[in-house]
């Protein structure tokens, strides 16, 4: 299986904050995005632990997840970064003060069913994201969010073709 050509990022710069203003409306709905359930931070750590468990039988799947967890690593440090040019507090918790827990990840070790789920999740993101979209004030932040949308649906594009190569090689 030839997995050098995948792309997990789309190939266009990320838009910087400008003009953020103490805004806790806007810190609530970037919280959320980095630390909740379904955040950034569940993103980044459930890659890595599947790359973790696919480098056993599929190495080049598990460098792609790795890969995408990289992205998603990038999108938490811009989040993480926006809560604190909008007056907030950079902790791994939600818009309700929740701290982050490990058993939001799914431990999940059967490859297609991951693959499964991340899409899902992928689904969620951008569907948070374009609900961020309308909620939040800044321009540049909607900018940002609709850029890291694009980047998520590069992701739903990698899993499923992943997953058809998976369900073709019957694993």
Do not use: C, W
Not at 4 to 25: F, Q
Not at 48 to 64: E, G, L
Not at 132 to 144: A, C, D, P
């Amino acid at each position: 299986m030839d997995l050098d050509s995948i792309k997990v990022r789309v190939d266009k710069p990320y838009p910087k904050i400008v003009g953020a203003t103490n805004e806790p409306m806007t810190v609530s709905i970037l919280k959320n995005l980095a630390s909740a359930r379904t955040s950034e931070l569940s993103a980044v750590l459930q890659y890595i632990y599947q790359s973790v468990v696919a480098d056993k039988t599929m190495s080049d799947i598990a460098d792609i997840l790795e890969e995408i967890g990289i992205v998603e690593m990038t999108h938490l440090d811009m989040l993480m970064h926006a809560i604190t040019d909008f007056g907030g507090i950079p902790k791994y918790e939600d818009s309700n003060g929740y701290q982050f827990n490990t058993n939001y990840i799914n431990y999940n070790t059967k490859l297609k069913d991951m693959l499964n789920n991340n899409i899902v999740a992928e689904q969620k993101a951008i569907d948070q994201y374009r609900e961020g979209i309308r909620r939040v004030r800044n321009e540049s932040l909607k900018n940002l969010f609709a850029r890291i949308i694009e980047d998520e649906e590069q992701h739903i594009k990698v899993f499923k073709y992943l997953l058809d190569s998976v369900e073709f090689l019957s694993i």
